[in-house]
């Protein structure tokens, strides 16, 4: 009767987990082709499709992306090799197995994640608070969801892993070393370990503040004969790290140019979120206010969770109004936080009551995603036909031989993907030479300076999309004004009317492409 329970138990959580990751599959299966849901996702399906035709190969140099110079990406091979391993398993079954591989790797990871949070959260009085919430948060749903490839998904499922092995190597402080401890420790370190490997950036900050907050607490916590095992496995998955990749993270996202500022604020994920926005609702429902009462009443009954995971929550809390990147960290150690906080009421009754009104924003939020109103239905209509659009023209840059292109920055990738052909803009940092070469050209009032970029880049195909939205991307980026004229506007309009170096190829709904003639 029991493994029955647990069966149910398990077969429940995997349906949430599985339908909310794959409620956007109308966005990804469109007829019989695989879409990805944001640039970065294609960057990362390049690697791994270059990882394929050479197997054992580590980039570390983009040549796809800030042509012809390419840049040093700050992703790694883990998740590369992944992707490209599941896709070997599904080669059997699928005709592109690569593209379907990518679209699944990150739906799979939230299973996992989930898996692993049902057993380690067994005997936890209010467990599925921890569980619901994981399962249907907007924001751990994204991270994780149905064709987003993106390094996030490998990375929230290894931190939330790390979190729970110290909260139980905490909590067994002091009693005799067992096998649990002894797991926790190996565990912990191999999750921390390849997170920092997956990101050098969130989850080696995260580490660092949890080992602060240990060491400042006790130093036992950190150093106790049960860790050593685990000392040793993070040295040697950091030591196995630095000798596949060949380098050390590169920490120029910190020191920020006034053009890396402007362009940061075009992406969702790099700007701020205010303490007082509603979006905390929609990410971890109304408990959120009552988060520091909770606390409070835990504090007062000792039923508090250790210390670090608090410390972590107002770390995360504030880096998410930094940055909306850190808001999937900062929900998942929420989630984490809120059985042992809810510890400290009597009534089980009461607290499911109160969790089910509290997530009426979550619900709201799906309602819209699930019902679109007519507007946004016919945006997400709009946006499957442009993705369309935009193959279909780049399949006409195929070729054998090298023939690069500019586009819009956040079109690049994509069209790089499908065409094989490396672009001027990318969508990481590293490319900002290309993103500002590539807004200086649709920006262009004079032809000799747009002429300019294409020789000095070494271009061959020119892809020219909405004008007004280029335009504005532009004028963001570059702190500028709306130049008369703009190339892309004219581009856009008047294409009979280009300047003599182009060449009007094709077009469709979506974009035109234009081959440069007269190159020299």
């Known amino acids: 009767m029991r493994i029955a329970r647990l069966l149910i138990e398990l077969v429940i959580l995997s349906a949430l987990i599985v339908s909310t990751r794959c409620a956007n599959y109308e966005d990804v299966f469109i007829g019989d082709k695989i879409y990805f849901t944001d640039a970065d996702c294609y960057a990362r399906m390049t690697r791994v499709r270059l990882c394929a035709q050479h197997p054992g190969l580590v980039l570390r140099h983009h040549n796809f992306e800030n042509f012809p110079q390419g840049t040093t990406p700050h992703t790694t091979a883990p998740l590369d090799y992944a992707i490209l391993s599941l896709s070997i398993l599904l080669k059997p079954f699928a005709i592109d197995p690569i593209d379907l591989a990518g679209a699944l790797i990150s739906p799979l990871l939230a299973l996992f994640g989930g898996w692993f949070l049902w057993w380690w959260s067994r005997g936890m009085r209010f467990r599925w608070v921890l569980l619901i919430l994981y399962a249907i948060s907007p924001i751990l749903v994204h991270a994780t969801e149905l064709g987003r490839p993106d390094h996030q998904s490998l990375v929230v499922v290894l931190v939330l892993i790390a979190i729970c092995a110290e909260i139980d190597l905490v909590r067994l402080d002091g009693v005799k070393p067992s096998s649990l401890t002894r797991w926790s420790g190996v565990v912990g370190a191999a999750a921390w370990a390849l997170a920092i490997w997956v990101s050098a950036y969130e989850p080696l900050l995260l580490f660092i503040c949890t080992s602060a907050v240990l060491v400042a607490q006790d130093r036992h916590l950190l150093f106790a004969k049960d860790r050593r095992v685990g000392w040793i496995v993070f040295a040697a998955i950091i030591a196995l790290a630095l000798a596949i990749e060949q380098r050390v993270p590169s920490l120029s996202i910190l020191r920020q140019t006034l053009l890396q500022r402007n362009w940061s604020r075009t992406i969702g994920e790099m700007s701020p979120v205010a303490l007082t926005s509603s979006i905390w609702f929609r990410w971890c429902g109304y408990l959120i206010l009552i988060a520091p009462v909770l606390v409070w009443r835990a504090y007062r009954r000792k039923l508090q969770p250790p210390l670090f995971i608090l410390a972590l929550l107002v770390i995360a809390l504030c880096l998410t109004m ?199």
């Not at 790089?416 to 490319?431: D, F, I, L, N, T």
């Open 322 to 520: 930094w940055q909306a990147r850190w808001s999937y960290i900062f929900v998942s150690i929420f989630a984490i936080a809120l059985p042992q906080l809810l510890e400290s009421i009597k009534s089980g009754a009461a607290v499911y009551l109160a969790f089910t009104l509290s997530i009426l924003p979550i619900l709201r939020d799906w309602d819209e995603r699930l019902w679109p109103n007519e507007s946004d239905l016919a945006k997400r209509i709009e946006a499957r036909r442009e993705a369309v659009d935009l193959r279909e023209l780049s399949l006409n840059m195929m070729s054998s031989d090298t023939h690069a292109f500019i586009a819009p920055w956040w079109l690049s990738p994509p069209i790089a993907y499908w065409s094989g052909q490396p672009g001027v803009a990318g969508s990481s940092h590293e490319s900002l030479n290309g993103i500002v070469d590539s807004a200086r050209f649709f920006l262009a009032n004079d032809p000799e300076g747009a002429r300019e970029i294409l020789q000095r880049r070494d271009l061959d195909w020119v892809v020219v999309y909405d004008s007004d939205r280029v335009i504005a991307n532009s004028v963001a980026l570059l702190g500028t004004s709306v130049p008369p004229n703009p190339l892309c506007r004219s581009l856009e309009r008047a294409p009979s009317q280009a300047a003599r170096f182009l060449k009007l190829v094709l077009q469709n709904g979506t974009a035109k492409l234009f081959q440069v003639a007269n190159k020299r």
